[in-house]
């Protein structure tokens, strides 16, 4: 909806205020439900009104109908849409929409297609992901995040091969039941896309197009809610296409029906759609209004009564926000913030190129087994000489000869953001002179040189800390003339930053070095 049209809208709303109605009355759900007098239980919840739920057959069928047909012209073309409907075995076909499904989950279309098209080159079969190491799996799908997912990806895998005799499961209960890390999304959408079996499914994309379908405002990320979509994508899924009409209502989510700004106009189903309805209504009064032909308020349909589909008493329609006040989720908690003291530790190697330590994380827990440069969690209050401290110590533990915590040089502080982190790497760097000898009984290391560095199991964090190392490093080979650096001053941070690096609010108050 156009902000003129949400104007209008709002406008009826206040309309509505001023004449003593509402646009959206405030029914909502009351806190804990009181047990009638005497003691008796409480009665059950009652079911939620039709107004939130598909019960005429006909309007179902011509969701269907119409859904499909645009998804018949409009589809996005993918490769695993492609292997899911060329591919003659029933087990390579399951095994690439699981690869898909299990990349696809938190991340976007655009960044998955080519991890896909090298995933699907280097393992096309689950006997080959078997056969492959947890290094080189991890290797692929570095910079893809969530990085256990393609750890629990071929754990299953070798499952299937070595449990299974190789035959993937053909139905969404056995699915979820004997492979680990196949929730009931992934269990639904392989066994729909793969095996035609007709079950729904719900992802973020469905919950937003289902909310906003029957005007579900309560909280989408209750499982009280999540088991009604459930409920209503399992009557609604068609039982001849079922794999076509759930990659529909998914790629209607997300290409039409989108967070924001969402494209009503071009919505196959909006007139199955009551949020699209209620605001068609709330226009249609603003206009009647204006020739002074309006009802006293618009005929707006409301939940009477306690109703668990239905905004709570709090949080009322919103006029000018159209289709999107729906759905509705619990505010999210903030990320927790950590800080990292992290070394670039470099030497020359046999060639003359520089090389780098990168030592290997626990097999479990934050980015398992991905390979970084020495890092130390730190305190969030330590002072900067404290940090250099701790991390000197720690690196003398790899290196086994004191380090001076005055050798090492700050580079700066590099920003990633996981998913429930906020995480701070504050960067140095040591250059070594002569070789070093690496304690075994610690955590697998190994020098490697630029390309061996960018073609390991690392993360994007750590790709960051060494993009911002390698722009300090040509800054000092070609001073700015008329310009001298006092040594030991800060390369980031103390100045300018450097184009493209992400800094903290710290780093811009640090006090300056010099003059």
Not at 112 to 127: A, E, F, G, H, S
Not at 324 to 342: D, E, I, L, Q, S
Request: hydrophobic content about 35%.
């Amino acid at each position: 909806m156009g902000p003129a049209r949400g104007r209008a809208a709002a406008a009826a709303a206040g309309a509505l205020r001023s004449s003593g109605g509402s646009a959206a009355p405030p029914r909502g759900r009351s806190g804990k439900r009181a047990s009638p007098r005497g003691g008796a239980p409480a009665a059950a919840p009652a079911p939620p009104p039709a107004r939130h739920l598909f019960s005429d057959p006909a309007e179902a069928e011509a969701l269907r109908r119409n859904l499909l047909a645009w998804y018949d012209r409009c589809k996005r073309d993918l490769p695993w849409r492609t292997l899911a409907a060329t591919e003659p075995d029933a087990d390579r076909r399951g095994y690439a929409v699981w690869v898909s499904e299990i990349m696809l989950q938190q991340t976007q279309v655009a960044t998955v297609i080519d991890y896909y098209n090298r995933w699907m080159q280097k393992w096309p079969t689950l006997q080959a992901l078997a056969q492959a190491s947890l290094e080189e799996v991890n290797e692929l799908w570095a910079g893809l995040g969530y990085y256990s997912r393609g750890k629990r990806l071929q754990e299953a895998a070798r499952k299937v091969v070595c449990e299974l005799a190789g035959r993937m499961p053909r139905t969404a209960e056995d699915l979820q039941k004997l492979l680990p890390g196949v929730g009931r999304y992934t269990a639904g959408a392989i066994a729909s896309i793969s095996y035609g079996q007709a079950t729904g499914v719900v992802d973020g994309n469905v919950i937003r197009v289902l909310c906003r379908l029957r005007c579900i405002g309560a909280d989408s990320s209750s499982p009280a809610v999540i088991n009604r979509l459930w409920d209503m994508a399992n009557v609604l899924v068609d039982r001849s296409r079922p794999g076509d009409f759930n990659q529909a209502l998914m790629e209607l989510g997300a290409t039409v029906c989108v967070p924001k700004s969402p494209l009503c106009g071009e919505c196959p189903v909006k007139q199955q759609c009551q949020a699209w309805r209620r605001v068609e209504k709330e226009l249609a009064f603003a206009s009647r209004k204006l020739f002074g032909k309006a009802p006293p308020v618009p005929d707006v349909e409301d939940c009477v009564g306690d109703c668990p589909l239905c905004p709570p008493a709090t949080e009322p329609w919103d006029s000018s926000a159209g289709v999107t006040n729906f759905p509705r989720k619990a505010a999210k908690k903030p990320p927790r913030a950590m800080r990292t003291a992290t070394c670039v530790l470099e030497r020359r190697g046999r060639h003359g190129a520089p090389e780098y330590l990168i030592v290997q994380r626990p097999s479990s827990g934050l980015l398992a087994g991905l390979w970084e440069f020495p890092s130390l969690p730190l305190a969030q209050d330590l002072q900067e000489e404290k940090e250099k401290e701790e991390l000197a110590d720690h690196l003398q533990a790899w290196m086994g000869r004191p380090v001076a915590a005055k050798g090492l040089q700050f580079i700066g502080e590099v920003i990633h953001i996981f998913s429930h982190i906020h995480q701070t790497y504050v960067v140095y760097s040591l250059h070594l002179d002569g070789d070093v000898t690496l304690d075994p009984a610690l955590s697998p290391s190994r020098w490697v040189t630029e390309d061996e560095f960018r073609a390991s199991a690392v993360s994007t964090a750590m790709k960051k800390v060494l993009k911002a190392h390698e722009k300090q490093r040509r800054k000092e080979s070609s001073p700015v003339k008329g310009s001298k650096r006092k040594r030991g001053a800060k390369a980031q941070g103390a100045g300018r930053p450097s184009p493209g690096t992400q800094l903290s609010l710290r780093t811009f108050l640090r006090a300056p070095t010099g003059p």
